[in-house]
């Protein structure tokens, strides 16, 4: 499907919104301006003192032409100054080639454009609109070019047709393009949800019809055929087992009493829970599943009722209770009952989602055969074999065994293919269904039928689960000699450490303070990177513990009130665990998010840190978890907003105008170079061992299926062969991969000029 791989590669920095261009701005231009005399005055260690202050300021061209100046006019004045002038010499050559490149690929990204409106390709050219928006020096004089104008225009008018016409998939990707072209300001948001909930419908109820439909659009757009679907583990009996009607009742009055808005009453989510129920009568193929639904008779009859109960909840002039809500409940499920029949799970189901839908995103049932899953993500450990698989191909590939694991134990490698579980094929299975699979109670049995590439036949591994520990703290490169163990230096020779931080979990400030001990038990830490990027947060005890380790004083967090007192809820630092005062910079971009938003936030706040990066992703609310039922599902609810130590609301909130943390240095980058240095990093991360038969550009041509089922984007699949795997992390920097990451070591080496232990 169109926009599959533009959609993934935002998905991989928890976004829904394009990313902003790696552009020359004013401080860039100095940045690449010829080298300056430096004034007598001006010594090494005042550059270095202030050189954070002065990036900070938008002067980093200031700060690198002052170092590459000193460096002509007193090459012997500083060991590492002739070092680090080249240094600066190759980032501004890498910048040069990257803005050279972006504008050869804006051209020609703005002639397909004109060529497939002229042409009246619609689709391909919303394509081409938004890859050249993400290249764009000056994004908003694109979405003025008439073209553009004319193109909206019509895609609009194109989705609605395609909404009317019951044509969920066509529509759905006209919207997503419009969303993607207007980064952030949610204009299509609510058109996505609406068609989107349909596409969901039938891939839980009718998981057979969606899949032809996607095989006929494939066949359509001349994409290559969907991989086949596993539909016996897409059952919605097996889904939505468990789900009772005490569930629903319950989550309305925490909904309607606790959400953090408070302006949402029992009537607005009876309303919509009743309008998602109404969408099964509008989506053609439950009738399948559900042959009730084309009883014209029946049918009109209880959606019919449906719009009576739904008018005059919208007419009540005094606020509906519990009791009164728990009426009308009932009494729809009597309609239900007495017409079509719904199962009351499915009734369940549909006016729970609907509800909540009500609230916010992040406001959702964790319904009965969600939670094991659930739990597992927020543990930081799970009971499994130990291994990281993805879809290489259409099959079942381990990208890499976890350290220490039965997988690992067992010599499982990267590159194998699972080709059975416990002796079920693996063929169409979703990685979803293969996690479930793999994983379960601890010390019980499960079998992978194990391929290597090159052998002729699969080879049966029985594995014992057992607690696996997610890290989520790691270094630079992997210790060839140490069993894979992290080395956490990116420059040894000036001891600066780097950290990059996938989560936030039970165990991170532990694993934090392992790293830092480790750093300082070899050869000492100077300076740190620590890096946030494409981080989604997580717990927030984590988050104040982290930040604990570099401030001794002050606020790290609040929020705007406490759930059930009204006062507000504060996080203190404090001297126990705080690091030793060494510079510090923070990656951050829009996969920085909650947590991550949190300890970036309150670090820049408390002057402790320079941020490099973009504005991250603005998820500052608090869910709170409440059991529902028999303690067979959950509630995850938003009750409150977190607060930055000077008081910012980091949560992007409808209407708002600004939103997240924003970076001290902003340093972008385009799409492309952000999949790539994803790829990259994914290659470096395996655990490799002698006799490894792992192909990295398996992993560069894997741009396949997301989670909607979309196909190969056949331009990133292209441009894969075009990029040479990346063979040590060294590359990366010297390939100019990571701008961001260039960027924030030039400065901590700048830093660090005039510091005597460097």
């Known amino acids: 499907m169109i926009f599959s791989g533009l959609r993934t590669r935002r998905i991989a920095m928890m976004i829904a919104t394009a990313l902003a261009t790696f552009s020359i701005n004013t401080a860039d231009a100095q940045v690449l301006g010829p080298v300056s005399p430096v004034p007598a005055s001006t010594a090494i260690s005042d550059v270095s003192r202030m050189a954070f202050q002065m990036a900070a300021e938008g002067r980093l061209g200031d700060v690198f032409r002052q170092v590459r100046g000193l460096a002509s006019e007193a090459p012997n004045a500083n060991p590492g100054l002739a070092t680090l002038s080249r240094d600066i010499e190759q980032y501004q050559t890498n910048q040069q080639q990257q803005e050279q490149r972006q504008l050869t690929e804006y051209q020609k990204k703005l002639e397909e454009l004109h060529k497939n409106i002229d042409d009246g390709k619609l689709r391909d050219a919303l394509t081409s609109a938004v890859e050249a928006h993400d290249l764009a020096l000056d994004r908003q004089k694109l979405l003025n070019d008439p073209k553009v104008v004319e193109l909206v225009t019509r895609a609009e008018a194109e989705a609605a047709a395609h909404e009317e016409n019951a044509q969920w998939l066509k529509a759905l990707a006209l919207y997503r393009g419009l969303e993607l072209l207007y980064e952030n300001q949610r204009k299509y948001t609510d058109h996505l949800k609406r068609v989107g909930r349909h596409v969901a419908l039938l891939r839980l109820y009718a998981p057979e019809q969606l899949f032809e439909q ?204 699972i080709v059975t579980i416990d002796g079920k094929s693996t063929v169409g299975i979703d990685l979803e269904s293969a996690v479930d699979k793999i994983t379960g109670p601890e010390d019980t049995k499960v079998t992978l039928g194990v391929k290597t590439p090159g052998k002729d036949k699969a080879r049966d591994v029985p594995l014992i689960r057992k607690s696996i520990h997610i890290t989520s703290v790691k270094g630079w490169r992997r210790k060839a000699d140490d069993n894979g163990k992290w080395d956490y230096y990116i420059d040894p020779a000036l001891k600066i450490g780097y950290l990059r931080m996938t989560t936030f979990g039970p165990d991170t400030a532990d694993e934090l303070d392992a790293a830092v001990q480790s750093m300082i038990d070899d050869h000492g830490i100077n300076g740190l990177i620590f890096d946030l990027r494409f981080n989604p947060g997580g717990r927030l005890d984590a988050a104040v513990g982290v930040s604990n380790r570099f401030l001794n004083s002050g606020t790290i967090v609040s929020t705007t009130q406490q759930l059930l007192t009204g006062r507000p809820w504060s996080a203190q630092a404090d001297a126990t665990h705080t690091f030793d005062d060494f510079p510090v910079i923070v990656l951050i971009n829009k996969g920085s998010a909650s947590a991550s938003e949190i300890v970036s936030g309150a670090l820049q706040d408390h002057k402790r840190a320079l941020l490099v990066g973009e504005r991250s992703y603005g998820k500052g609310s608090v869910q709170n978890l409440f059991r529902l039922g028999d303690d067979n599902a959950y509630l995850k609810l938003t009750t409150q907003y977190y607060k930055l130590p000077h008081g910012q609301i980091i949560h992007h909130r409808p209407d708002a105008k600004d939103w997240g943390v924003h970076p001290d240095v902003p340093v972008h980058m385009t799409d492309q170079q952000v999949a790539d240095l994803l790829e990259a990093r994914l290659v470096l991360d395996v655990l490799r061992a002698d006799g490894d038969h792992f192909d990295p550009n398996a992993i560069l041509r894997n741009r396949n299926n997301d989670e909607d089922g979309d196909d190969v984007d056949k331009k990133a699949e292209g441009d894969a062969d075009k990029l040479p795997p990346v063979k040590s992390p060294d590359e990366i920097l010297s390939r100019g991969l990571d701008p961001q990451l260039d960027t924030a070591l030039l400065l901590l080496k700048t830093r660090l000029l005039g510091d005597p232990r460097s």
Request: proline residues 5%.
């Open 214 to 417: 996607y095989k006929k659009e494939a066949a359509e757009l001349g994409d290559p055929e969907p991989e086949p679907w596993n539909f016996e583990d897409d059952r919605w009996e097996r889904k939505l087992r468990g789900i009772e009607m005490p569930m629903l009742t319950e989550a309305l009055a925490l909904g309607a009493h606790r959400h953090v808005e408070r302006n949402h009453s029992f009537e607005d989510l009876i309303i919509g829970g009743i309008d998602a129920v109404k969408d099964l009568f509008e989506t053609d193929g439950l009738e399948k599943t559900f042959p009730t639904l084309a009883d014209k008779d029946k049918a009109t009859k209880f959606v019919d009722y449906l719009d009576t109960v739904r008018l005059s909840l919208a007419k009540r002039e005094t606020p509906m209770g519990r009791s009164e809500a728990i009426n009308v409940l009932a009494r729809l499920q009597q309609q239900n009952l007495a017409t079509v029949n719904l199962p009351e799970a499915v009734f369940v189901h549909e006016l729970g989602d609907g509800a909540m839908d009500q609230l916010d995103q992040f406001s959702v049932f964790i319904w009965p055969h969600e939670v094991e899953r659930f739990e597992r993500t927020t543990k930081g450990k799970f009971t499994g074999v130990g291994i990281q698989i993805t879809l290489i191909d259409r099959q079942l590939t381990v990208v890499t065994p976890l350290e220490g694991t039965p997988a690992h134990a067992a010599g499982i490698k990267p590159g194998d293919q």
